[in-house]
């Protein structure tokens, strides 16, 4: 077992880390639009921003445990990171524009259907082009 434990730590972190994310992300999105009352489309815009700072600072530090040091690596490390969320975020807001004004699904089940999608993305441009060893 604590081979298995070792062997998918990162996997296991990244989704531990990465459901965090998601509930900080919809929470977010849920106050911006049921609270606030913003647009759905502004309220998406807002908890994608909550959700990369938080990302990145978990993903940085517990999931792929980067080991760069100094200023100018990390502000490389950070915006590489940030481009590649922005990436994901279009994504984000297209779907959610598609699913709620062309389709005509609520924006509540909109948001869970993106973040099924932005997950896979981050974890592939994480894995892949910001954090690779």
Partial sequence: MKE?????KEIIAYLFFGGLTTVVNIVVYFVCTNVLGLNY???????WAAAVAFAYVTNRTW?????????????????????????SGVMDMAIMFISVDVIG????VAKFITQVVVVVLNYIFSKLIIFRK
């Fill in 63 to 87: 999931v792929f445990e980067s080991k760069v040091r100094g200023v100018s690596a990390v502000l490389r490390e950070l915006t590489t990171f940030v481009g590649c969320r922005l990436l």
């Fill in 41 to 47: 489309l502004v309220a998406n815009a807002i908890s």
């Fill in 4 to 8: 298995l434990l070792l062997k998918y």
């Fill in 105 to 108: 699904i609520p924006d509540s």
